[in-house]
């Protein structure tokens, strides 16, 4: 309540959030380990003056970095832009960052109003293992067929039962999801895998990568993937791939909310 006696008034915010995931047990706030969400509340709420909890697009597993995760949350406080940016990244530890901050109409949900997630997956493809980056990126030593990669990865196009590509651990109610792109490209060293759905089963990505690096080393044919997807049996599908190449680099929203999209990254990438 106001000093007046009246309701304080509720401010709903979204913010751009940028994290360097190494160092975490993933986004989920989570008693006694470190998480993403627990470090950004606590410096929210620092500038907030009261207890902020925030609601994310997609919670990324432990080692899983993020360069355009989008959260929501409320409060009573009225503050300036700068503070809700500058303010709170002062109390943020160097590898979690805040990117942008937009006041959002009352049905906004960062979670439930996404119409899709885009993930980029960086691989390192050299003999020796880096020593620059390497928190960011997965080292595969044997030479990747980029084309190779990128002819399988159509067959994972549109709306498919991915089963064969989901963890076991998974606690969706299906395993039916939309992929609306999979492409595959090289830059030098680095050879990324870019993937937009409009939403993920547990370890999508990972597996998916697993099994296309296994196309693009020679080790499978390029029909693999479409076998692996019409099986819809995780046994058959290769390991999952590591945490440490994936980021989630872009969340969709209806027009109508005006939210900000900043380059995506990662690193030396643009849109």
Request: proline share 4%; aromatic share 10%.
């Amino acid at each position: 309540m106001s000093e007046a006696g009246l309701p304080e008034q509720q401010h709903k915010l979204a913010l751009g959030i940028e994290y360097d995931g190494s160092r975490y047990y993933g986004w989920q706030r989570q008693q006694e380990v470190r998480s993403v969400q627990e470090k950004l509340e606590q410096a929210l709420s620092k500038v907030a003056d009261h207890p902020v909890s925030v609601y994310c697009a997609g919670r990324t597993d432990a080692g899983v970095h993020g360069t355009g995760q989008v959260v929501h949350f409320e409060t009573t406080s009225a503050r300036k832009d700068a503070a809700w940016t500058l303010g709170v990244n002062a109390n943020l530890p160097d590898d979690i960052a805040v990117r942008w901050v937009k006041s959002v109409a009352d049905d906004f949900h960062a979670r439930f109003s996404a119409t899709a997630r885009r993930y980029r997956y960086v691989i390192y493809n050299r003999r020796l293992r880096p020593a620059i980056l390497h928190g960011g990126v997965t080292h595969f030593y044997h030479p990747l067929d980029v084309d190779k990669m990128q002819r399988a990865g159509q067959s994972l196009l549109g709306e498919n039962d991915f089963t064969s590509f989901r963890a076991v651990q998974c606690q969706s109610r299906s395993p039916w999801r939309n992929v609306m792109h999979l492409n595959v490209s090289r830059f030098g060293a680095y050879v990324i895998v870019d993937i937009k759905a409009n939403a993920f089963v547990h370890h999508m990505v990972r597996n998916i990568v697993g099994s296309l690096m296994e196309i693009g080393c020679g080790n499978q044919q390029e029909s693999w993937m479409a076998e692996l997807l019409a099986a819809k049996d995780r046994t058959l599908a290769a390991a999952t791939a590591r945490a440490e190449g994936l980021y989630l680099v872009s969340v969709d929203y209806p027009e109508r909310y005006e939210l900000p999209r900043p380059p995506m990254g990662p690193l030396f990438l643009e849109d």
